[in-house]
């Protein structure tokens, strides 16, 4: 249990007390700085602690924004700080200093003395309308006390369960409504990570429904797969309103909605098979597409990670896109066209329960090649006016996103090239390119061994040019393309199906590089990246068996790679995630851009 000391002469009448139990904080109360520092040495040193003003009035929750967050070492409100285990030491020393300061106070209260000689970072939550102040005579005491009573903090509350930027379905069809859920879940003892597998059980019998291939099931899959979503929002605003986040809840969120979105593109593929229509292609074409984009957005973002100035810098493109988020209409209209989850599931959902899986697909391809033409494009714009150098961070992150196997490790000692997007385009142009002409031939195997070549070329450096960030989307689109042509062309039942599971495995590895790199938890192990052979020893791989074998036991040998893969990507997130949420990871929460 956390525990707060409540510093200085209680007040009559206060509910500070009650408020910090109703936190589920225990409350101790010293009389000065040296009692004060007496009390923190006695609180175990695993806990939770908060020094909190005796005179403190406000919202309930302020203080819950102020103290209980676990997402921050140390954080503090007017009147009141805190520490988790990690950030201990800092709040120690700063109380040691104050206990042995002498001369003439210029903040007279405690915690806020505190706040102010901290020597790390220290969290300041905005509270906006909510009141938190350590009032000095009875009068200011008395006016706070009323500006507590005209402000609605459960309003407040409900207000910021909801993301302060979200797409346009999101936010004017499903968070007025999913606020409220997120409430009923928190009073009832749900967590978000419930929700959030909730959400997945229902998009998985979506799914299913989908795979029947009738209308009944294509309704009743639209009208799950939007339930789906509502739920997908609610786990997050049940994060945000009670406070609930962690390092595995992120985790799941994030890949969870990808898990649930690729299945029911199988689900519809399925579907659309029993009514004799084989979309594989399509569903695979449209999953490689959609993990592609996310690449780019992820590739982009950690680039310009630490960048003071911004990744958009002053460029002409940079202004022109502040001057369009100053609309409010193009604000909107700029959120609907990139294609976010929430507008991207509600035409998925409607397609679905109205049309064919095939027109379903058509328009899931058209819509979100757009968006990816829309955002890369405008994204290379801002970074060929990039001034500010790239940082090792940044470039460590791009090497790691690569996911370069053992053969560009022997190669990149001997190959070196300036342009690394080039590079990695060409091989990867060259590959894709020869198996959409020749198939399973050996002038394709050459090509692959091409784009081996070139791939060691473009990561020999480090990737701190102004359009490195491209060059793991090239290694991704390569891989995925080369593996759905290649299945495509050898026109055999189940080789579609196949290339579908190998490359939703690849990719949940991706996925799973990324949630590490933005959880500071570094890229997955070395020996699992060289294990499943790195993205040019995948592809090598595919080109290899696909010339070798005959077009069945092609079929056979995509689908025991695409198993031993999810085998060994899996096991092993799964071992490092609930590891790391064992072992007190620093709780996270993805505030960032709709997927």
């Not at 200011?140 to 903090?153: G, I, S, Y």
């Not at 299945?263 to 999953?287: C, F, N």
């Not at 460029?315 to 976010?340: E, N, Q, Y």
């Not at 993205?535 to 695409?562: D, I, K, W, Y």
Request: proline share 5%; glycine share 8%; with cysteine.
């Amino acid at each position: 249990m956390p525990t707060a000391i409540l510093t200085g002469q209680p007040v009559p009448g206060s509910s500070i007390e009650g408020d910090l139990r109703s936190l589920g904080y225990e409350v101790r109360v010293a009389a000065d700085p040296a009692e004060t520092e007496t009390l923190l040495a006695q609180v175990p040193g695993d806990r939770r602690v908060a020094v909190v003003d005796a005179r403190f009035v406000g919202h309930v929750h302020a203080l819950r924004l102020g103290l209980t967050d676990p997402r921050f070492p140390l954080a503090a409100i007017p009147g009141a700080v805190t520490a988790r285990p990690a950030g201990r030491q800092a709040l120690t020393r700063a109380l040691a200093r104050e206990t042995s300061a002498q001369g003439a106070l210029l903040v007279d209260s405690l915690p806020d003395r505190i706040t102010g000689t901290l020597d790390t970072e220290v969290h300041r939550p905005e509270l906006g309308s909510l009141v938190a102040v350590v009032p000095a005579d009875p009068q200011t005491r008395n006016e706070a006390r009323q500006a507590v009573a005209a402000v609605d903090d459960e309003a407040v509350r409900l207000k910021s369960a909801v993301k302060s930027r979200d797409g346009f379905f999101t936010t004017h069809f499903v968070s007025p409504y999913s606020r409220y859920l997120a409430r009923w879940c928190a009073r009832r003892g749900l967590t978000p990570n419930q929700v959030t597998t909730a959400s997945l059980l229902t998009a998985l019998v979506a799914a299913a429904c989908a795979a029947t291939g009738t209308r009944a099931g294509f309704v009743a899959a639209g009208v799950l797969l939007i339930a789906s979503f509502v739920l997908d929002c609610t786990d997050g605003q049940l994060a945000r309103y009670s406070l609930q986040y962690s390092t595995l809840g992120a985790w799941l969120d994030a890949t969870f909605d990808r898990a649930k979105e690729y299945a029911y593109y199988a689900g519809l593929a399925l579907g659309a098979a029993r009514g004799g229509d084989d979309v594989w292609a399509l569903a695979l074409g449209a999953m490689i597409l959609q993990t592609s984009r996310h690449v780019v957005d992820f590739s982009f973002n950690e680039a310009n990670a630490g960048d003071p100035t911004g990744p958009a810098n002053t460029s002409p493109t940079a202004a022109l896109s502040d001057k369009l988020d100053s609309v409010g209409w193009t604000v909107w209209l700029r959120r609907m066209i990139v294609l976010p989850i929430g507008e991207r599931w509600a035409l998925i959902a409607v397609l679905t329960a109205l049309t064919t899986p095939r027109v379903t697909f058509y328009a899931l391809l058209v819509g979100c090649a757009f968006a990816a033409t829309y955002t890369t494009a405008g994204r290379v714009l801002r970074s060929l006016n990039r001034k500010a150098a790239r940082t090792d961070r940044a470039a460590r992150a791009l090497a790691d996103l690569a996911d370069s196997g053992p053969l560009v490790e022997l190669l990149t000692r001997r190959a070196s090239v300036p342009l690394a997007p080039v590079s990695a385009a060409v091989g990867g142009l060259l590959v894709v390119t020869s198996a959409a002409l020749w198939g399973a031939t050996w002038p394709t195997l050459l090509a692959a061994l091409a784009h081996v070549a070139l791939s060691a070329a473009a990561v020999s450096r480090p990737l701190k040019g102004a359009l490195d960030w491209l060059v793991p989307p090239f290694f991704r689109a390569a891989e995925y393309g080369t593996v759905l042509i290649l299945a495509a062309e050898s026109e055999v039942n189940g080789a579609l199906p196949a290339a579908f599971g190998l490359v939703a495995a690849v990719a949940y590895h991706h996925y799973d590089t990324v949630y590490r790199i933005r959880g500071d938890a570094g890229a997955p192990p070395r020996w699992l990246v060289r294990t499943i052979g790195g993205h040019e020893g995948r592809t090598l791989a595919v080109v290899l068996l696909a010339v070798v074998l005959t077009a069945a036991q092609f079929t056979v040998a995509l689908t025991v790679l695409a198993v031993a893969v999810a085998l060994l990507v899996l096991l092993e997130s799964i071992r490092f995630w609930v590891s790391a949420h064992r072992q007190g990871a620093p709780a996270v929460h993805d505030e960032g851009e709709p997927a």
